[in-house]
């Protein structure tokens, strides 16, 4: 579909990754400029750069990343002309209708006149008339579909697409010439409620997104293969929509019809840092434990040392205080009374100003490595981690499935209706197994 060189040349379409919420395609053209917040890019700059690569600014005010277009992040970035399909119902859609390498598949659209059939009483069919109204129902439209379509069956399968806006065709059949499609794609400008499908008893499964799909029941019947299982949808918005279809589905012959809403739960993934091992933080914390435990005691330590000092300061000072009043009472003393030739009294002893510590308790030395312990090991590897978002996304449409069974079955039937399933006859079984085709449940 898209280029599968290594390297962005000129001319062709990649995806700019600005932000999360924001993502644009673009066209490679030398001397064209891309402005945006995030700085100033030339084409000319990209061309040669490896797809997914991460590019910065020439005024140096942010990057990009330019990325190689797939059919989801082309979902996320095309032009919407129309109200489009988005990666939950296509791929919902894609599983149940079997689309695989090889398949030939239609998609298709009618006119929104098609709702003057409906009720105008109604709050459903109101609501019908004004997404109408955004995008005139086409399911070409803006290329969603079709080019996750185009990717699932391959070179060796067909896509036929159908828009009744001939603008929108003429647009859409440029961006598929573009992308690479028109091998796998053929698109047509037409009204298949009015006039049908343009091919006949080819087709492996049908896609209608339609505002009355009950007036292409019939046609879409003409349109598949009548030699294996085939299968349908039905994208309505309104159950109203619904209820007629299924009742034109059960008047076509149909069967195994059912009814889908998709909601689509994100989740934010994370890497963390891999949890360690119990031992490893089990010898951590006795470690930490017994770092508590020494400095507790190197404060009692202090505690006892700084009080012991106060102490004997304090009594150097009383003595101090003695001495001086002893001296002033022989100073009044006169004649025998004079104390002479006596030996000066000796002076009080003094303390070191930085007396030993109080011998304290010996304390647990502790090692760089204590015994025992675990060596830290590298860089652990990261583990992922999944959060969902409390909220979850609001309706978009309701998915009708449906199967048509080949003749033969269909015929045996209509002859034994009291037949058990286990009964069918061995021919289309061989026939099932030739087209490797997925067998089915009734629901």
């Not at 009744?164 to 499609?181: D, I, L, S, V």
């Not at 292409?216 to 159950?239: G, N, Y």
């Not at 507790?296 to 009383?318: F, H, M, P, S, V």
Request: hydrophobic share 35%; net charge neutral.
């Amino acid at each position: 579909m898209w280029s599968t060189a290594r390297e962005i040349a000129a001319g062709d379409v990649v995806i700019i990754w600005l932000t999360r919420d924001l993502i644009q395609p673009l066209l490679i053209t030398p001397g064209k400029e891309l402005n945006s917040r995030f700085g100033v890019y030339r084409h000319a700059d990209l061309v040669g750069v490896p797809y997914g690569s991460k590019i910065g600014s020439r005024n140096g005010k942010g990057f990009i990343h330019v990325l190689r277009p797939t059919p989801e992040l082309w979902t996320l970035a095309l032009p919407h002309r129309t109200q489009i399909l988005y990666l939950a119902d296509i791929a919902f859609v894609c599983s149940w209708l079997n689309i695989k390498p090889g398949s030939r598949v239609i998609e298709a659209a009618s006119h929104r006149k098609s709702l003057d059939l409906l009720d105008d009483s109604s709050p459903c069919v109101l609501r019908m008339r004004k997404v109408a109204s955004w995008s005139d129902e086409s399911c070409t439209g803006s290329g969603s579909f079709s080019h996750s379509v185009a990717r699932a069956i391959g070179s060796s399968g067909h896509l036929w697409s159908y828009e009744f806006h001939e603008a929108r065709a003429n647009k859409a059949r440029e961006e598929f010439t573009r992308h690479g499609m028109d091998p796998i794609v053929t698109l047509t400008h037409r009204n298949v409620c009015k006039d049908g499908f343009t091919v006949v008893d080819t087709v492996d499964s049908v896609f209608l997104d339609l505002p009355a799909p009950w007036d292409a029941v019939e046609h879409a019947k003409r349109a598949l293969r009548k030699d294996r299982i085939t299968r349908i949808c039905c994208f309505s918005p309104c159950m109203e929509q619904v209820l007629r279809t299924v009742s034109a589905l059960n008047d076509a012959g149909f069967t195994d019809i059912t009814m889908y809403e998709t909601l689509s739960r994100p989740h934010q993934v994370d890497l963390a840092p891999a949890l360690l091992p119990i031992s490893e933080v089990g010898e951590r914390l006795k470690r930490a434990e017994q770092r508590r435990e020494e400095k507790r005691l190197r404060q009692i330590a202090n505690a006892r040392a700084a009080a012991g000092k106060r102490k004997r300061t304090g009594e150097g000072e009383d003595n101090d205080a003695d001495a001086a009043g002893i001296a002033g009472k022989r100073h009044k003393m006169g004649g025998d009374g004079d104390l002479k030739g006596s030996e000066p009294e000796q002076a009080p002893a003094t303390f070191d100003s930085d007396p030993a510590p109080a011998k304290s308790e010996e304390l647990p030395s502790v090692s760089a490595s204590p015994p025992g312990a675990v060596a830290s090991s590298p860089a652990a590897d990261k583990i992922g981690l999944s959060k969902a978002f409390p909220e979850v996304r609001g309706h978009t449409s309701y998915l009708t499935f449906a199967c048509l069974l080949p003749l033969s079955l269909s015929a045996a039937a209509a002859l034994e209706p009291n037949t058990d399933a286990s009964d069918v006859e061995p021919p289309f079984q061989a026939s099932e197994n030739k087209d490797n085709t997925t067998g089915l449940t009734a629901v």
